[in-house]
T-cell receptor, first 112, second 118 residues
């Protein structure tokens, strides 16, 4: 079993819809939870991070962490074709020296 | 933030040869890492590049296969040695700055080096 599980998709939605992404994990020591966006042939770029449990909102993006369930989510409101990319969740345990453990990534396609 | 560049951006190599990938950061950083992203898969950490000392490798990766150098706070190299087709992958460099204890330290990623081994 992988430490971090993420549905690979692809997830296809019409423009303007809400995109819902999630990851589950097994390591209860993870403290920081990140979402990265990766366009084709580019490196990942950080969208949001959350410390411990709770919600965080940034524009059209909302990240949620439920440590009791070991489950994290990312919601994208009013999705745009430019949101079409692969979304990777990542987690870290400060005690492990800032190393990131990634999920497998979900490919998202927003159709005009 | 930090801007990271990698050279080469892509290469096609013959089995048994070696390739050295360079990673340059536009400002001093404390942390540098090397990841591998195999086709259609996520990122797997190869090693932490330590300035002035040997790199710290993750399980399944060894120094003889992936020697790493980090001569200063802005530059690192990863060599993929004695390559086989199984080494075909994207290799990514990341960097970040150590902050306060128990605070989040963002990692920035380079564009990656796409390697194909024939």
């Amino acid at each position: 079993q992988k430490e971090v599980e993420q549905d690979p998709g692809p997830l296809s939605v019409p423009e303007g819809a809400i995109v819902s992404l999630n990851c589950t994990y097994s390591n209860s020591a993870f403290q920081y939870f990140m979402w990265y966006r990766q366009y084709s042939r580019k490196g990942p770029e950080l969208l949001m991070y959350t410390y411990s449990s709770g919600n965080k909102e940034d524009g059209r993006f909302t990240a949620q962490v439920d440590k009791s369930s070991k489950y994290i989510s990312l919601f994208i409101r009013d999705s745009q074709p430019s949101d079409s990319a692969t979304y990777l969740c990542a987690m870290s345990d400060k005690a492990a020296g800032n190393k990131l453990t990634f999920g497998g990534g979900t490919r998202v396609l927003v159709k005009p | 933030s930090a801007v990271i560049s990698q050279k080469p951006s892509r290469d096609i190599c013959q089995r048994g040869t070696s390739l050295t990938i360079q990673c340059q950061v536009d400002s001093q950083v404390t942390m540098m890492f090397w990841y591998r992203q195999q086709p259609g898969q996520s990122l797997t950490l190869i090693a932490t590049a330590n300035q002035g000392s040997e790199a710290t490798y993750e399980s399944g990766f060894v120094i003889d296969k992936f020697p790493i150098s980090r001569p200063n706070l802005t530059f690192s190299t990863l060599t993929v040695s004695n390559m086989s087709p199984e080494d075909s992958s994207i290799y990514l460099c990341s960097a970040g700055r150590e902050g306060k204890a128990n605070s989040y330290n963002e990692q920035f990623f380079g564009p990656g080096t796409r390697l194909t081994v024939l």
